[in-house]
């Protein structure tokens, strides 16, 4: 392995399970194939699951907030579908917008704790690019 090699694979995020990115006014979408894998993980009729814990909209379905967070967001800070959680909720932080602006890669650092602390935006992007690859 030569030394760039060995650079880019140096740890470059771990998740802390903080729960920040569970929080807010915002959740994201889930698509209908989600929607039924929810559904069948909690043993949920599909109409009761979007009746209880989803938010349809004009252009897509949420999850919907309560108490400034994500309804599956658990009393024990984790998130309680988290086997079939939306592609949006698996993907986060590794966003592609990262490797198009290193202003994004930034705001998304300042809200996400799991990046390591000496990381470059380099080896951010290398390891975005490595990882993006298994969400084809
Ligand atoms: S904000 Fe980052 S470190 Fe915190 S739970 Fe979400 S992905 Fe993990
Ligand atoms: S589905 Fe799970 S990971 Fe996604 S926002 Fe809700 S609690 Fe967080």
Redesign the pocket.
């Known amino acids: 392995m030569n030394p760039v090699q060995e650079e880019i694979n140096r740890p470059v995020f771990e998740?802390?399970?903080?729960?920040?990115?569970?929080h807010g006014q915002a959740t994201v979408s889930v698509s209908e194939q989600e929607q039924r894998a929810i559904a069948e993980y909690m043993d949920l009729d599909l109409d009761d699951l979007i009746q209880r814990y989803l938010v349809v909209k004009k252009h897509c379905t949420e999850m919907k907030i309560v108490n400034g967070h994500c309804i599956f967001y658990g009393d024990d800070g984790l998130c309680r579908i988290h086997p079939v959680k939306p592609f949006h909720c698996r993907r986060?932080?590794l966003h592609p917008s990262i490797l198009n602006d290193e202003a994004a890669w930034r705001a998304i650092r300042r809200?996400?704790?799991?990046f390591k602390e000496d990381v470059t935006y380099e080896q951010v992007c290398a390891f975005v690019r490595e990882h993006l690859n298994g969400f084809k």
């Open positions: 998740c802390q399970c903080c729960g920040h990115c569970c986060w932080p809200d996400c704790p799991g």
